[in-house]
C-alpha cells in the first residue's frame, strides 16, 4: 500500500511557475554627480546602462530629475526585469528641498499606480514598478553624514528601504575607514533614520549563512569602490582600478564592501526587501490613501446633505394651544364689532319709521352684545 499523497512536488511547481514568470526589481540610486553610481551599478548587473553618458560633451543637469532605465537580464533561465531609477543633478543646486521632493513623489506615484491597478476589475499581469530599494551614496571624504543626507533619509525613509553606501572607498584607509562606518551609525541612530535592517537568521539555518549574515551585518554601511574596467595580472582577468600606488580589486572583500554589497542586494536579501516593501511601506501608503479617500467621501456626503435640506421649503412654525385660544377670540371679537356696526346702521336707516320702544329695544340689545364683547376680552 503506497503512502505518498503527492504534495511534497508543491515547491517545485511553484518553483517551475515562478521561474517561468520571471522576477521584478526596482532599485533606486541617490547621490551628487562624481560619486560614481553609474559605475557601480554597470559593476553590479554587468551591463551598460549608461552609454549616453560616455560622451565627452555630457553634463549633468543642474537641477534634480528622475530617470528610469529598464533592462532583462537572464542567468542560468531566471529571468530578472531590472528598473534602476537615477537621479542626475541630485545635491546640485543651492536648495536640496527640490532633489527631495522629486524623489519622494517618484516612490508614491509608483505606489499609487500600483494601488490603481490592484484595485481595478482586471488585476491580471500588474507590473510592480514601486521601489524596492534605494541605495544612498555618501561621499567618502566627508566622513561623516551631512545635513542634506540627513534630511534626504528622514523623508523617504518611511517610503523604501534605504541602504547608506560609502562611495569611492579606495580614497580611505581601513582605519579611515572604519572610523567613517562608525561615524555615520552614530549620526544614524542619532537621527532616528531608519534604514534598511537585515532580517535575524532562522535557527535551521547552516552555519556558513549564519556566518554571512553576521558578515554583512558588521560591514554597514557598505564602503564601496566600482569599476567597468577589466585588467589581467598574473594572466587572471580582474575588475578594478589601477593606480601608482598599486591595484584596487573591486570583488576582493579585503579592498572593498562590493561582493558583500551585490550578494545582499541580487542574491540573499532580495526577496526580503521586496516583502518590506509590500508589507510595510506600501501597505502605510495604502492605508493612508484609503482613510484619505474614506474622509473625502463623507464630507462630500455631508455636503450633500446640506444642499437637500437647504432646498426643502422652509413651513411655518406649528401653533400651541394658547396662540390658537387667541386667534379664536380675535375672530369673535370682529364678528361681533361686524354685527354692531350692521345693527347701528339699520337704526340710523330706520330711525324715523320706528317708535319708541323699537328704539329701546334695539339700544338694550347693542348694550347686550357690548357686554359679550367685554367677556370675551376679559377671559
Known sequence: MSEYIGFGSLP??????TVKKGFEFTLMVVGESGLGKSTLINTLFLSDLYKDRKESNYEPPQTAKVEKKTLC???QGVKLRLTVVDTPGFGSSLSSEDCIRSCCEYVDEQFRAYFAEESGVIRKNIVDNRVHCCLYFIPGHCHNL???DIEF???IHEKVNVIPVISKADMLTE???SRVKKRINDSIKEHGIKVYQLPDCDSDEDEDFKQQDKELKSCLPF???GSNTILEVNGKKIRGRQYDWGLVEVDNPAHSDFTKLRNMLISTHMHDLKEVTEDV???NFRTQLISKISQQALKDR???RKLKRDSIPKLPPALDETDILLIQKEEEIRRMQDVLIQMQEKLKTNSEKCNQNLYLTAQKSLENESKKIENVINV
Open 12 to 17: 517545485d511547481i511553484v518553483h517551475r511557475k
Open 73 to 75: 537580464i537572464e542567468e
Open 146 to 148: 551631512r545635513p542634506i
Open 153 to 155: 533619509m528622514l523623508n
Open 175 to 177: 582605519r579611515e575607514k
Open 223 to 225: 564602503a564601496v569602490v
Open 281 to 283: 511601506h506600501y501597505e
Open 302 to 304: 455631508g455636503l450633500c
